[in-house]
């Protein structure tokens, strides 16, 4: 009996703001295995800022999205059915597997690895266990490099990267200062995942405002910065480095739909000395393992702690991705489909 | 017999550009010596563009330069009584002596230290052989870190800084492309030093011109670059930027005098994973024996070309400075006094 896939397909690239439509639904067949290959059916999809800039035609750190193919991205699910003999039927996967219902992959595929749901939810293999969890574990030591009594700040700090960035530089010894859009966020970040400050940009009506929330925060200034979102957040932040600080470039949400977000003070790069890197995870393959089992530990253990959002039905997968974008979600975004 | 000093002060800090009238002459007399001090005579003063971060109020990286006290800066000159059985009478060194004809030194000063002019001229200490040697060497060896193969590109070329910077890059088996003002300092940079190209900021009309004129000059892209200008040249050269690449921020002396020099593109940082680092030299002060020796090696035997442009007078200090921060020089500028 063949199954039948349901998927989302890039239909159009987006100017400005993506919209639904931008997406298409289709029903397909699941091929037959060939030797050597394995069908995961997904439990959940993961939604991630930087599938935005896939959408787009001009190539950035990767090639695009192609059209009329199916959207990237990361997935959790179980092998169904099995040609390869490194999967049994009922082995918990991450895959790559993409805005669908069913993927196929090769037994060796970049990235295809079991997951252990023993002790670890398996979405959270899409978050704190996962991509965004590697992500803040990376720029964090990598390139903000705390040491204990430094300050850390991050932005996005409620989402799936930001809330693990603060825990971590918590674990190192530092102060961690969040930033984040809204009131229940910043509670959220300081009640429950035990950050020492929160910043609600939201309540900041103009960019001198936001300086002086964050001078509040940080009154020791900060060493470490983790940034997720740029334009006048990372005005405010570079407002507040200290000598010979480091700030970890991992996204800058603010400007994916093209808006102009130019850096308002760059002489104080020279004047702090700041090192100012941006960095692509999955370009650091020699990390994840070290990562991973950090990671793994903290929240199997219960040290550290995530959100999810979770969007039902594979339909609902591109208004969640919408309204990831307009940061309506609330720690990590996932799409539930079993 | 008491010798008379003349010296300059900061007579007021400038708002926007700075004038003549912020300093102000003056003429005092050579203290005695305390026993272990040295009293030095001036042959050429140095004049950098950090001197203009010093004549503001607000406090950068150093203390700001207090009103009514001589202007700092580095100088050359000969030992002409000493109390100090580390130097004679006769002996050459390098000083912070500042902006006057003669200054008195602890023989343990800092920066203080003998010089060798019997291959290199004195002036040399203040430029390829000093500060702005050892910025270049310490930028683009510890920062811009060039491969052989790659494209190193230099902003302010014909500079004291930049012309080492793209003159060591070529020794370490880069192309090397400067960008400097006018098609004189253009065709020196090229043909004197050697550089493979150069582009005049001056004959770009606005700056899709300078992107073109940059892009042409360097058709495998820019994999390290050395800032010292800031504004539309730094975009400019962020938009030639590899994957990788390496940022070095030694000035932005576009932005000297308070003018506003947004960044206009930092989502570059993350597509293209570079490395923005600022640095200042005289914290790097493990590096400088290196530095200076492969420096004052390269002078001697000739491997390094230097151009000086030279007022001539303790008088002509405050207008050459001036026209230091315009760009009116050409290589080194120094202040003749001997």
């Known amino acids: 009996m063949t199954q039948t896939n349901r998927r989302f397909v890039l239909a159009s690239r987006p100017s400005g703001a993506p919209r639904e439509d931008n997406f298409r639904l289709e029903t397909v067949p699941v091929p037959d295995l060939a030797p050597g290959q394995i069908l995961v059916r997904h439990h959940y999809l993961s939604?991630?800022?930087?599938?935005?800039g896939r959408m787009n035609e001009q190539r950035s750190y990767?090639?695009?999205?192609?059209?009329?193919?199916?959207?990237?991205?990361?997935t959790v699910g179980e092998v169904i059915a099995t040609q390869s003999d490194k999967f049994a039927v009922g082995d918990h996967v991450f895959c790559m597997g993409g805005w669908q219902d069913y993927s196929v992959h090769a037994g060796d595929a970049p990235g295809l690895r079991k997951i252990d749901t023993s002790r670890i939810a398996m979405s959270a293999y899409l978050g704190a266990v996962g991509m965004p969890g590697v992500t803040a574990w990376y720029g964090l030591n990598a390139i903000c490099e705390p040491k204990p009594g430094e300050t850390v700040a991050v932005s996005a700090a409620s989402g799936a990267v930001g809330s693990m960035v603060g825990q971590l530089a918590k674990a190192r010894g530092c102060r961690a200062v969040g930033i984040a859009g809204g009131k229940d966020k910043c509670d959220y970040v300081v009640r429950e995942l035990g950050f020492d400050a929160c910043v609600d940009y939201k309540a900041a009506g103009e960019p001198r405002q936001l300086q002086?929330?964050?001078?509040?925060?940080?009154?020791?200034?900060?060493d470490g910065y983790f940034e997720n979102v740029g334009g006048a957040v990372l005005d405010a932040a570079m407002m507040r480095m200290n000598a010979f600080g480091r700030i970890a470039v991992c996204g800058m949400i603010a400007g994916y739909n093209g808006e102009p977000i130019p850096m308002a003070f760059p002489q104080l790069i020279l004047a702090q000395r700041l090192k100012v890197?941006?960095?692509?995870?999955?370009?650091?393959?020699?990390?994840?393992?070290?990562?991973?089992?950090?990671l793994a530990a903290g929240v199997a253990g219960g040290s550290l702690k995530y959100r999810e959002t979770v969007a039902q039905g594979l339909e609902a997968t591109p208004g969640a991705f919408l309204g990831l974008l307009k940061g309506q979600n609330f720690g990590k975004q996932v799409v539930k489909l079993v």
């Open 47 to 52: 939604l991630d800022p930087y599938m935005r």
């Open 62 to 74: 990767t090639a695009p999205q192609p059209l009329d193919e199916v959207m990237i991205g990361g």
């Open 212 to 222: 002086a929330m964050l001078r509040e925060a940080t009154p020791k200034g900060i």
């Open 277 to 294: 890197q941006g960095f692509i995870v999955g370009e650091q393959p020699g990390v994840w393992p070290k990562a991973l089992a950090e």
